[in-house]
């Protein structure tokens, strides 16, 4: 072992250590002030996916890293131990007709009102009350419904009694709120112990007046979407002290007092420093302060608001603020980034970088690696297909300014491309001390979406892998959200991908309609005891099962591209199931098949046609279930490849952003271990009939 390699683990022990104490023994977060660590909750929303941390390597990364209550969330959710609950602990068979998917409509769906819907690119907020076991009272979800506020129709909801496990009615509306005639159409957040939400909302019709909103909310027995509260805004010296359920609203506004609008922009919260960042319309970006510990105000000093772009001045997406290089880096639709010192108001302006949708969503940023993602829908080059523009993933170095980046290629694109949402990161890369590992985005903004594997090593990018076409139509792709859950001993995958199109969608179960399809992701680990019937996804984009398990070499190994194939990997023996898909060929009656032909048995899993020497049997066999194992089948010989490493689900419209909550302890109730989205469009709500949906989905129902 080097010094240097010596000097990582002992640092990673340490820090690690650190956190044990802090988190696990006591439940507790750096939520408020960095240095009085308080009893915490977990609260997961939109911004928890656009700030996130490699592992640290110096003295001084952890020493930042120590006072940024961020880094000790994500550090939860990568290092808990997780209990599956006993509804989660296999993958669910539902046969339909000829098809096989490994999920059901959802554990609940709920109705949040005709075209109710969190919004493209927009997710739910999720509270877990404690780390340590779920709560049926006290942890819950929040939504945003789209919709004006009304008597008759909420703008934002919240549940409780959210699992399987919880009794009486799952879920229960746990509040409900017109927040005066508002329209909602960003992602809500909370604050660190549970108590408050905000977001950025605007008055309905075309020319909308923004406003931040920050509510105190109050359970209640009575509220339901179809009958909400009003709330109606105390002044903000009031909201301190106002008795919930209460709100304040804090206007949008120029320097000069013009209210602006804000459809676009979240909130990102600062736990540290109590402060919200949010943008609005005409590239003004807005400091709100003493959001959750004070009376709110728009801080109106030190060049505050500020407008990014006076010259060309456009709609903001959503900012991010990273605490250890103490920047806010937002884009904008007009295709431009901007970063700038919230100290000194000095901003940096990256050239247009989006000649399409613009960038719709917030970047990604990588504190400890000192990395900023951003996500492009038209790159403005002639460079793809022939002649077309590409959607692309560009990469600046914090520490290099705006001026300089890479890029790297995820599709063509268009003159009018469909947005490029944010990707999302492997547990392999937030787990890294280099920042080493994969990034998926659902890319190809001028054509049918394709999911994309983009390689980072040490920082940069790498040759970009093209995976699984998902939609047989030229639509649009939801953010891609990735699941990983290193406990969940039952599932052959440990981690998903979920990303959803809003038509053409080549799922099983979506019949070329919208459709949620989720996709095994599980990175290869070195020096790790692998177990029969596990898999992951190799360097090609292909499945790999454990035949015999073992202790896997200390490199990558030379993984066989051939179907059926095996590779040797220190003591393990992996077999090669075949490229991901997002749906697979069904078998069939009576059929000539050809030799190395894979189908999905009726029980879920790849089957190939290893030898052929007449027709398919008249009626379906009764298939094997062991890996390697062979089935007799007519004059076809059939070897199991194992069980499917993808699923699906139809959704009106597509879907919203997926928010996950897999951070469940021991003594969880039956049914924790959740993700939550809503559709796009109305379908059938298995509560309250037709409309938007409010979906909850346990891990085993997508799986």
Same mark, same amino acid.
């Given at each position: 072992?080097?010094?240097?390699?010596?000097?990582?683990?002992?640092?990673?022990?340490? #820090?690690?250590?650190?956190?044990?104490?802090?988190?696990?023994?006591?439940?507790?977060?750096?939520?408020?002030? !960095?240095?009085?660590?308080?009893?915490?909750?977990?609260? *997961?929303?939109?911004?928890?996916?656009?700030?996130?941390?490699?592992?640290?390597?110096?003295?001084?990364?952890?020493?930042?890293?120590?006072?940024?209550?961020?880094?000790?969330?994500?550090?939860?959710?990568?290092?808990?131990?997780?209990?599956?609950?006993?509804?989660?602990?296999?993958?669910?068979?539902?046969?339909?007709?000829?098809?096989?998917?490994?999920?059901?409509?959802?554990?609940?769906?709920?109705?949040?009102?005709?075209?109710?819907?969190?919004?493209?690119?927009?997710?739910?907020?999720?509270?877990?009350?404690?780390?340590?076991?779920?709560?049926? *009272?006290?942890?819950?979800?929040?939504?945003?419904?789209?919709?004006?506020?009304?008597?008759?129709?909420?703008?934002?909801?919240?549940?409780?009694?959210?699992?399987?496990?919880?009794?009486?009615?799952?879920?229960?509306?746990?509040?409900?709120?017109?927040?005066?005639?508002?329209?909602?159409?960003?992602?809500?957040?909370?604050?660190?112990?549970?108590?408050?939400?905000? #977001?950025?909302?605007?008055?309905?019709?075309?020319?909308?007046?923004?406003?931040?909103?920050?509510?105190?909310?109050?359970?209640?027995?009575?509220?339901?979407?179809?009958? &909400?509260?009003?709330?109606?805004?105390?002044?903000?010296?009031?909201?301190?002290?106002?008795?919930?359920?209460?709100? +304040?609203?804090? &206007?949008?506004?120029?320097?000069?007092?013009?209210?602006?609008?804000?459809?676009?922009?979240?909130?990102?919260?600062?736990?540290?420093?109590?402060?919200?960042?949010?943008?609005?319309?005409?590239?003004?970006?807005?400091?709100?302060?003493?959001?959750?510990?004070?009376?709110?105000?728009?801080?109106?000093?030190?060049? #505050?608001?500020?407008?990014?772009?006076?010259?060309?001045?456009?709609?903001?997406?959503?900012?991010?603020?990273?605490?250890?290089?103490?920047?806010?880096?937002?884009?904008?639709?007009?295709?431009?980034?901007?970063?700038?010192?919230?100290?000194?108001?000095?901003?940096?302006?990256?050239?247009?970088?989006?000649?399409?949708?613009?960038?719709?969503?917030?970047?990604?940023?990588?504190?400890?690696?000192?990395?900023?993602?951003?996500?492009?829908?038209?790159?403005?080059?002639?460079?793809?297909?022939?002649?077309?523009?590409?959607?692309?993933?560009?990469?600046?170095?914090?520490?290099?300014?705006?001026?300089?980046?890479?890029?790297?290629?995820?599709?063509?694109?268009?003159?009018?491309?469909?947005?490029? #949402?944010?990707?999302?990161?492997?547990?392999?890369?937030? !787990?890294?001390?280099?920042?080493?590992?994969?990034?998926?985005?659902?890319?190809?903004?001028?054509?049918?979406?394709?999911?994309?594997?983009?390689?980072?090593?040490?920082?940069?990018?790498?040759?970009?892998?093209?995976?699984?076409?998902?939609?047989?139509?030229?639509?649009?792709?939801?953010?891609?959200?990735?699941?990983?859950?290193?406990?969940?001993?039952?599932?052959?995958?440990?981690?998903?991908?979920?990303?959803?199109?809003?038509?053409?969608?080549?799922?099983?179960?979506?019949?070329?309609?919208?459709?949620?399809?989720?996709?095994?992701?599980?990175?290869?680990?070195?020096?790790?005891?692998?177990?029969?019937?596990?898999?992951?996804?190799?360097?090609?984009?292909?499945?790999?099962?454990?035949?015999?398990?073992?202790?896997?070499?200390?490199?990558? &190994?030379?993984?066989?591209?051939?179907?059926?194939?095996?590779?040797?990997?220190?003591?393990?023996?992996?077999?090669?199931?075949?490229?991901?898909?997002?749906?697979?060929?069904?078998?069939?009656?009576?059929?000539?098949?050809?030799?190395?032909?894979?189908?999905?048995?009726?029980?879920?899993?790849?089957?190939?046609?290893?030898? +052929?020497?007449?027709?398919?049997?008249?009626?379906?066999?009764?298939?094997?279930?062991?890996?390697?194992?062979?089935?007799?089948?007519?004059?076809?010989?059939?070897?199991?490849?194992?069980?499917?490493?993808?699923?699906?689900?139809?959704?009106?419209?597509?879907?919203?952003?997926?928010?996950?909550?897999?951070?469940?302890?021991?003594?969880?109730?039956?049914?924790?271990?959740?993700?939550?989205?809503?559709?796009?469009?109305?379908?059938?709500?298995?509560?309250?009939? *037709?409309?938007?949906?409010?979906?909850?989905?346990?891990?085993?129902?997508?799986?």
């Amino acid at each position: 072992m080097t010094g240097n390699t010596a000097r990582q683990r002992l640092l990673k022990t340490a #820090f690690s250590s650190t956190a044990l104490i802090l988190m696990t023994a006591f439940g507790w977060f750096l939520i408020g002030h !960095a240095t009085a660590p308080v009893r915490q909750g977990l609260p *997961t929303d939109w911004s928890h996916r656009h700030l996130i941390f490699s592992q640290p390597t110096t003295p001084e990364q952890a020493a930042r890293l120590k006072q940024d209550p961020r880094y000790w969330q994500q550090w939860y959710r990568q290092n808990a131990t997780r209990v599956l609950a006993p509804d989660s602990v296999e993958p669910i068979a539902v046969h339909l007709g000829d098809t096989w998917s490994r999920n059901r409509v959802g554990d609940w769906s709920v109705n949040l009102g005709s075209g109710g819907t969190a919004g493209a690119g927009n997710f739910p907020a999720k509270y877990s009350f404690r780390t340590t076991t779920a709560s049926c *009272t006290n942890d819950y979800v929040v939504f945003a419904t789209g919709l004006a506020g009304a008597s008759n129709q909420a703008s934002i909801v919240a549940y409780n009694n959210l699992y399987s496990g919880c009794g009486g009615t799952v879920p229960q509306v746990y509040w409900a709120y017109n927040t005066n005639a508002g329209v909602i159409m960003t992602s809500p957040v909370i604050s660190g112990d549970g108590t408050q939400i905000a #977001f950025a909302q605007t008055t309905s019709g075309s020319s909308g007046l923004g406003s931040l909103a920050v509510l105190k909310f109050l359970p209640s027995a009575t509220d339901t979407v179809i009958s &909400p509260t009003t709330l109606l805004p105390v002044a903000s010296t009031a909201y301190r002290n106002c008795t919930a359920p209460c709100m +304040v609203e804090i &206007p949008l506004v120029t320097s000069h007092g013009v209210q602006l609008d804000d459809r676009t922009s979240s909130a990102f919260p600062d736990y540290t420093h109590d402060i919200l960042w949010v943008g609005s319309t005409v590239s003004w970006l807005h400091q709100i302060a003493g959001v959750f510990r004070g009376n709110p105000a728009e801080v109106t000093t030190g060049g #505050f608001p500020v407008q990014l772009n006076p010259t060309n001045p456009t709609t903001l997406s959503s900012p991010v603020y990273d605490y250890t290089s103490n920047t806010v880096f937002v884009g904008d639709y007009g295709g431009y980034v901007y970063s700038l010192n919230p100290n000194l108001v000095n901003v940096t302006q990256s050239a247009q970088i989006d000649h399409g949708a613009g960038i719709v969503a917030g970047p990604i940023v990588d504190g400890m690696a000192e990395q900023l993602y951003v996500f492009a829908s038209n790159d403005g080059t002639t460079l793809c297909a022939g002649t077309e523009p590409c959607s692309a993933v560009f990469q600046f170095s914090i520490t290099a300014g705006l001026a300089l980046s890479t890029k790297a290629v995820v599709g063509t694109s268009a003159a009018a491309p469909a947005p490029l #949402f944010d990707g999302a990161f492997d547990s392999a890369y937030e !787990a890294s001390s280099n920042a080493t590992g994969n990034l998926y985005v659902c890319g190809n903004t001028g054509g049918p979406p394709i999911l994309y594997q983009v390689p980072i090593s040490g920082g940069v990018m790498q040759a970009v892998v093209a995976g699984p076409v998902i939609s047989n139509a030229t639509a649009a792709c939801s953010p891609v959200t990735d699941l990983a859950n290193p406990n969940a001993t039952g599932f052959a995958n440990s981690e998903w991908l979920f990303a959803s199109t809003t038509a053409g969608g080549l799922g099983s179960n979506c019949a070329t309609g919208a459709c949620l399809m989720n996709f095994g992701d599980a990175p290869w680990q070195h020096g790790t005891t692998y177990v029969a019937g596990q898999q992951v996804l190799d360097s090609n984009l292909e499945i790999q099962n454990v035949l015999t398990g073992g202790t896997s070499g200390a490199t990558h &190994p030379t993984w066989s591209t051939t179907v059926g194939g095996n590779t040797t990997d220190g003591g393990v023996h992996w077999l090669n199931q075949g490229t991901l898909a997002a749906s697979y060929t069904a078998w069939q009656a009576l059929h000539l098949y050809t030799v190395n032909t894979t189908i999905i048995d009726s029980n879920g899993y790849i089957e190939l046609a290893s030898s +052929v020497a007449g027709l398919s049997g008249a009626t379906n066999p009764t298939w094997k279930t062991t890996l390697n194992a062979n089935t007799t089948d007519g004059l076809v010989t059939w070897k199991n490849l194992g069980p499917a490493a993808t699923a699906s689900y139809a959704s009106a419209g597509g879907t919203s952003g997926i928010i996950l909550d897999n951070v469940v302890g021991s003594g969880t109730l039956a049914g924790a271990s959740q993700i939550y989205f809503t559709t796009q469009g109305n379908q059938t709500c298995a509560t309250g009939g *037709t409309g938007g949906c409010a979906i909850q989905a346990s891990q085993s129902a997508l799986q």
